[in-house]
């Protein structure tokens, strides 16, 4: 059980101390993606920085996609997560294109596999070719590159739909950006 | 760029992004459905993102910008504006908007804003996609003959998306002939009845936060 914490004058302390970045990160680490909950925020690595000032706590946050609809979810998710610390959250979004799906971290890989989604392949410096997406990927489910595009397009931007031809299982993947 | 020519920009992908909407549900097959339904969502994204850095120059807001406007003062194209249209027409303006797009993101990437580039490489990355879905289809029906009719018909539009500096350039890469453009300038009563449509929520409780 904790008491209330008193300086050597006996006098209750004013207020909390601010909370430490590694303490930020930790809390965001628990928000889920809110289309892919099986991965986290930080799993996805939308979250380009931590900064801790006096009283507040600034994010830097990157869209996977700019239509994304989860954009507002996630950033009232981080808000609360910093008030939860005891600190006024200033969450910036920022608009360029610096994430990529190369940010994903190996955990998040492993996490999306895991659930039947194919992780994305690594973005490459020359354009998108159809026939690189057509052919090659491995299924999440038996591990057969016996797999086919079905559509480039998914139900969230992020995603395309393909197909096992080995264990004849629809999966998702998710798309190198 | 200034916020004028963001605006251009922006009015042109919230506009298709209503257009390509109209797919939702009646596409010819799920996977268009799906495919049309999806570009759509990233066309209004874009727009959002654009009217966000003109809004902080005009001193407005997104919202304000894309709702709040007469139908008069938007400065979409007129190619992006057309209702919905038959299959083969669709594609000829999917397939032409996107490779104007595509020239106009290129020059866009190279702004001496660097906010202004940097979405539009970020833009980019998620039209990569756009672009293989268009020439997946224009590369399916380029033998059929109403396909071609229909970028007869939709290519003097598909040239006024772009300032005319970069006409020539949509001309080689589309391997078309270059021909007198439809200017930006009037609207058809196309856009005035998507803009009815588009702002009838926000008009019904002006000011509301929903």
Redesign the interface.
Known sequence: MSRPQHDHEGRQAARPRSPTASEVWDALAEIPDPEIPIISLVDLGVIRDVTVEEDSVRIEFTPT?????ALEVMRDAMAGKVRDLGAEPDVRVI??????TDKITPAGREKLRASGFAPPAPRQVQ????VE?QRGFRCPYCGSSDTRL????????CRS?RYCTGCRQPFEQF?T? | MNARELLEIADDELILGWRDSEWTGIAPSLEEDVAFSSIAQNEIGHARALYELAARELGTTADELAFDRDPGDYRSAPLVEQRRMDWAHTIARHYLYETADELRLEALKQDEDPEIAGLAAKMDREEQYHRLHARMWADRLRDEPRFRQALEEVWPLALGVLPAEQRAALAQRVEREPVAAVERNGHSDDLRELWEEMTMVRRSVPGATW
């Open positions: 996609f700019l239509g994304c609809p608009l360029d294109d610096s994430w990529s354009p998108l070719r159809l997406l079905e559509n480039i397009f998914g139900p969230t931007p739909l798309k950006i």
